[in-house]
């Protein structure tokens, strides 16, 4: 199995601010992973597929990079509504592990 | 818009085996290009991708639970279910339906979810 490690577990920040959330994957797996959003007591939303292509719904402040075993997401300008939990997810083959998650918080 | 919504029981005895099912609204579940999944969550152990199922019935489990999880696929009424047997205190969870198109695998529509909790 493919396993991926979640960095930050959590995150404490401020409106306006600039965060990283960084997953790594046990092996390579190019750019085949996913970022969702997930708000208390609801599901996860997709927010970014295939490591940097944004969802047709997701704001542009949300963007993802990197290949191989180790990618981030960044939130540009934290808007009180990104107050969630943010999983990764590897596309590249079954079965398709997650993230532990990052709650990020409002300091 | 396409909507999905599990069902079964939130309350399942030790030993015994959960069954859920998810209903498909506002499309078709007979889709070529798409998979149906299980995924869990728990607070221990985040989310957990369980398996998928095709609507002409082919499979894919996660080899950590392929010897408990049998899923099936009723075009006919646009369903698809989950069963876990010999279920412990551990598949205590919010189990969500979710949709993934074939070649992506990421999971483009989720259900609200349902907890599940084993309890004698």
């Known amino acids: 199995d493919i396993q991926m490690t979640q960095s930050p577990s959590s995150l404490s920040a401020s409106v306006g601010d600039r965060v990283t959330i960084t997953c790594r994957a046990s092996?390579?797996?190019?750019?085949?992973i996913s970022w969702y959003q997930q708000r208390p007591g609801k599901a996860p939303n997709i927010l970014i597929y295939s490591a940097y292509t944004l969802q047709s719904a997701a704001p542009s402040r949300f963007s993802g990079s990197g290949s191989g075993t180790d990618f981030t997401l960044t939130i540009s300008r934290l808007q009180p509504e990104d107050f969630a939990t943010y999983h990764c997810q590897q596309t590249y083959s079954p079965p398709y592990i997650f993230g532990q998650g990052t709650k990020l918080e409002i300091k | 818009q396409l909507q999905l919504q599990e069902s079964g029981p939130g309350l399942v005895k030790p030993s015994e085996t959960l069954s859920l099912t998810c209903t498909v609204s506002g499309g078709s579940i007979s889709s070529n290009d798409h998979y149906w999944d299980w995924i869990r969550q728990t607070p221990g152990r985040g989310l957990e991708w369980i398996g998928n199922i095709h609507y002409t019935g082919r499979t894919n489990y996660s080899p950590s639970l392929k010897s408990r999880a049998t899923m099936s696929v009723d075009t006919s009424k646009n369903q698809f279910s989950l069963r876990l047997s010999s279920v412990t205190a551990a598949d205590t969870a919010v189990y969500y339906c979710?949709?993934?198109?074939?070649?992506?695998?990421?999971?483009?529509?989720w259900g609200r979810g349902t907890l599940v909790t084993v309890s004698s």
């Open positions: 979710a949709r993934h198109r074939g070649r992506d695998n990421w999971f483009d529509t």
């Open positions: 092996q390579s797996i190019g750019n085949s």
